[in-house]
């Protein structure tokens, strides 16, 4: 029989595992006290806390624990329905969906990427219509079960987010059939999106669950937003319905309030009283445009369009922190920016200030000359005589700045996470202790216990050896979820071998010309990459793709060709491995805050990333069909299609994996570039030391990684929604946080999934209704005037009245 507290049900009664006992706490003067009481005695029987909301006014949120266990509800029910009818039919409807819309969205001008929070609301939608439209009796309880619960929603928007992103494999793919003339066949196609994808959930059961996913401090910043709206969504109406007003009032706001920056008056996208005061200067523009891509770094710009503030994650969630080092690396940004630019550096005045394309060296401001990269190879191979035909190309001095910043970060962060972060990772490398205790005790390698190896496959990976929680896990969620089966590690194992066998078909008959142990050493990369990077991503909702040109890196000087081919294939399994892995971590976590039994979150996410796999290769191949001549243009102007981001991959192909050796080793241009990452392994050293020397000064809120990535930050897109950015993380993360805490806890993460879905269901209605992704009669530009330069004529004129200084 579950035990029902504040928190909800907290365990069951006599199991020791999952909750304290023989304390009962009936009333306190703090929620905090009770809490503490409950966590410090680890044999509790039973807690019965009843406060008033008043107690929550004295509140403080000292680390990520205090939000998982203050902010996010742990109650269960443990006889709500995960596997029905409906949430099946409606998680594989919405995979379908969002797997075709987000391939699609690939090979548009308009960058747009289906949410999380997007398809939950469609999958809450249709799951309470379908609930109280169909029969419940006869034949049909089994169509519909009754009311449309959480867990039965979790699990649909599991399955649907699984699918709803453009897989790496299908850039790969793509660019091999656009300029390598190389066509893979159907079966050839999905089993290779297929393998990449599910590498990375192997990684993640294979050791990493234990650092990455139980510890308390990983708290998946990013995910809480969307667990937050569920738990409002399907709890006590009666208590919630404040919340739910505030969600829809905020909801319905941003909606109609999109309509204004994304079509009728887009400077809204950013407000610059420098640019208004001198729309003539580049240098300005420079400095402070930035409401279109590559114009300029934004600086004290006001953006009011939150698809833009929140496009890779909302400030109300992340960790002040983290909030505050990418505050310190902003400001670092634009002054070594403007050093690089102005110094010349790297030739940099020859070039654009912003932009990620190679140059001729002897390109200038007025006649920029982009690097013929094709004119390189024979047969998809570097050719050293067409080389210094060609010339070695150039890149933009910030551009250089990005790829030194992000080696610095991805160093960084290993040092970092040691450092200061040992407790939460120990447990990965349980099994290094376990190892040496077996060797000290060599006889015991041969007891009738450890040679059931099978038993010991099947222990619960959450627990210690004698049966018990460790404290770094121990909070009132996972005592919950300990009355489900964790998914066996062996389960991982298999998916893991079957996976790397069937990339490895797939990598010969696709003629990649990655060598089999190149495979193995960018699966090697990829663990560590994943433990790592992948601890900044659970405490600080920061990291992951800041890794990618490290992989890159690592396969151009490491391949025995220089083939640009072979490096999207071992970025490819090198980079996209880790990304999937955080991607079911993520998933993992929301399942575990909602209490979806392990195996069925596993479960929807296997099955969401078949269906995407499947229908992420019928649309592009059947896209690059249709538009292969246009994909390849690089001054297309359709409004339709476009082919920017497959070009750009293919040219990160070719700059890594042809020129590697010719750009970045010592001596070469750019020698610095791979030397930071060195560097960065150095960098949290003296914050650390200076931590231990004055622990009051506090150091350790120096977060290295973050800190130098984002001196690297603006080299790309639209960058006037920095400044509203911090404004409002310092608004909810410190102010509410702080002197609000009751509101923070009520209402914080409730407004942050209001806000964002909001603006990405405009944004999704806008860009078919009027931006041209519903086909060739669906783009309505609105009227060109003062608000909206960019209008019908196709003038090239920047949003902000900044100058434009694209061409010159």
Not at 44 to 50: A, P, S, T, Y
Not at 92 to 119: D, E, R, W
Not at 486 to 496: G, H, R, S
Not at 652 to 681: H, M, R
Request: aromatic share 16%; glycine share 8%.
């Amino acid at each position: 029989m579950p035990i029902q507290g504040q928190y909800g049900y907290v365990g069951l009664e006599n199991d020791v595992r999952s909750i304290p006992s023989n304390v009962t706490v009936t009333r306190e003067k703090s929620l905090e006290k009770a809490d503490e009481i409950a966590y410090q005695t680890q044999d509790l029987q039973e807690v019965d806390i009843k406060f008033g909301e008043d107690v929550f006014d004295g509140l403080q949120f000292k680390n990520n624990r205090d939000i998982v266990e203050k902010v996010v509800d742990s109650s269960d029910d443990p006889t709500m329905k995960v596997w029905t009818v409906r949430s099946v039919v409606i998680g594989a409807g919405l995979a379908i969906f969002g797997g075709v819309l987000q391939c699609m969205f690939y090979f548009k001008p308009q960058t747009i990427v289906v949410s999380g929070v997007f398809l939950m609301l469609i999958a809450h939608v249709i799951g309470e219509f379908w609930a109280k439209v169909l029969p419940t009796k006869g034949y049909f309880r089994y169509i519909n079960p009754g009311p449309w619960n959480k867990k039965e929603l979790t699990f649909s928007t599991i399955m649907a987010g699984s699918a709803s992103s453009c897989a790496l494999a299908i850039e790969v793919l793509a660019v091999q059939k656009l300029w390598y003339n190389s066509s893979l066949n159907a079966g050839l196609g999905i089993f290779l999106t297929f393998s990449s994808q599910l590498i990375g959930y192997a990684l993640v059961g294979m050791g990493l669950k234990k650092a990455l996913l139980y510890p308390s401090e990983m708290f998946y910043p990013n995910s809480i937003p969307m667990v937050a709206t569920i738990h409002t969504l399907h709890n006590n109406k009666e208590k919630t319905k404040k919340q739910l007003r505030y969600f829809y009032y905020f909801f319905l706001a941003t909606f109609l309030f999109e309509i204004f920056p994304e079509w009728v008056f887009p400077w809204l996208i950013g407000f610059s009283i420098p640019c208004l005061a001198n729309p003539h200067s580049a240098n300005v523009s420079r400095i402070f445009g930035g409401t279109n891509g590559n114009e300029g770094l934004g600086f004290l710009s006001i953006c009011f369009d939150w698809n833009y503030v929140a496009g890779t994650g909302s400030p109300l969630t992340i960790p002040l922190d983290a909030t505050v080092n990418n505050l310190f690396g902003y400001f670092l940004c634009i002054a070594v920016f403007s050093g690089v630019y102005w110094g010349n550096v790297w030739k940099s005045k020859n070039f654009p200030f912003l932009s990620q394309s190679l140059y001729y060296e002897e390109s200038e401001p007025g006649n920029y000359l982009v690097y013929n990269q094709t004119a390189i190879l024979t047969n998809n191979i570097f050719d050293p005589e067409k080389f210094a035909e060609q010339g070695t190309p150039y890149m933009t001095g910030t551009y250089v700045v990005y790829l030194i910043a992000t080696n610095l970060s991805v160093g960084a962060t290993f040092t970092h996470m040691l450092l200061f972060h040992r407790k939460e990772l120990g447990p990965a490398f349980y099994w290094i202790k376990s190892i040496k205790d077996k060797l000290l005790n060599f006889k015991e390698l041969f007891t009738v216990e450890n040679l059931k190896f099978w038993k010991l496959a099947n222990r619960d990976p959450r627990l210690n050896s004698d049966g018990t929680l460790p404290e770094v896990f121990n909070d009132s969620h996972m005592r919950a979820m300990l009355r489900y089966k964790e998914v066996p590690t062996w389960w991982y194992a298999l998916l893991f071998v079957l996976a790397f066998m069937v990339a490895l078909i797939c990598l010969y008959k696709a003629d990649s010309g990655l060598p089999w142990y190149m495979l193995i050493f960018a699966l090697a990369l990829a663990y560590p990459m994943t433990l790592f990077l992948g601890s900044l991503v659970g405490i600080f909702g920061f990291g992951g793709t800041q890794m990618q040109t490290v992989i890159q890196m690592i396969g151009g000087f490491s391949m025995p060709k220089q083939s640009p081919l072979a490096n999207m294939y071992f970025t490819l399994y090198g980079y996209n491995s880790v990304g999937q892995a955080f991607s079911l971590l993520s998933d993992l976590k929301m399942g575990h805050y909602v209490k979806l039994p392990p195996k069925d979150t596993f479960a929807a996410q296997l099955i969401g990333t078949v269906i995407g796999s499947i229908f992420n290769y019928i649309m592009m191949n059947q896209i690059v069909d249709e538009q292969f001549d246009l994909l390849k243009d690089i001054q297309s102007t359709s409004a339709i299609w476009s082919g920017q981001n497959v070009q750009q991959y293919n040219t990160q192909g070719i700059a890594w994996g042809a020129l590697a050796k010719e750009l970045f080793v010592i001596g070469k241009t750019y020698y610095i570039v791979p030397l930071s990452l060195v560097i960065g392994f150095g960098l949290p050293l003296p914050f650390y030391l200076a931590h231990r020397l004055r622990p009051t000064w506090r150091f350790d809120t120096i977060k290295t990684p973050v800190l130098v990535w984002y001196v690297g930050w603006l080299c790309v897109g639209v960058n006037s929604s920095i400044t509203t950015y911090f404004i409002a993380a310092f608004i909810s993360q410190f102010y509410f946080k702080k002197y609000r805490p009751n509101y923070f806890r009520k209402y914080n993460y409730i407004v942050a999934a209001a806000l964002i879905g909001g603006a990405q269901v405009a944004v999704f209605v806008i860009s078919f209704a009027v931006g041209g992704a519903g086909g060739p009669n669906s783009n309505h530009s609105f009227p060109r005037w003062w608000g909206n330069l960019n209008g019908a004529t196709g003038i090239d004129e920047n949003y902000d009245h900044c100058k434009f200084t694209n061409y010159g």
